[in-house]
Nanobody
Framework: QVQVMESGGGLVQAGGSLRLTCAASDRIGENYIMGWYRQAPGKQRELVAFITPQTNNARYVDSVKGRFTIFRDDAKNMVYLQMSDLRPEDTAVYYC???????????WGKGTQVTVSP
């Protein structure tokens, strides 16, 4: 089973940008839908964006449309979340997720903290 690890979180002012990176331990290009989730204090984990393998179709939660972009580099087994125009309500721990299309098994990273100050 592929393992994933996030990096790139930090503290940023409202209106700023961050790029999150998810590094996978093995090939993800053919069989893994990759996604980013987030969990704010006291709230449930929510899906932020996902991207399909091969066709690279991406979908976003409404609250980040036009501000976040998910993309993948399958040659490097990497997935990214480019976040722009950040808002305080984007503050959360962000998790990378990989779902195997065949086994339906999920793999999760440990998360990276994103904090947006007003």
């Amino acid at each position: 089973q592929v393992q994933v690890m996030e990096s790139g979180g930090g503290l940023v002012q409202a209106g700023g940008s961050l790029r999150l990176t998810c590094a996978a331990s093995d090939r993800i290009g053919e069989n893994y839908i990759m996604g980013w989730y987030r969990q704010a204090p006291g709230k449930q984990r929510e899906l932020v964006a996902f991207i399909t393998p091969q066709t690279n179709n991406a979908r976003y939660v409404d609250s980040v449309k036009g501000r976040f972009t998910i993309f993948r580099d399958d040659a490097k087994n990497m997935v990214y979340l480019q976040m722009s125009d950040l808002r305080p309500e984007d503050t959360a721990v962000y998790y990378c997720n990989g779902r195997n299309l065949w086994s339906r098994l999920d793999t999760w990273g440990k998360g990276t903290q994103v904090t947006v100050s007003p």
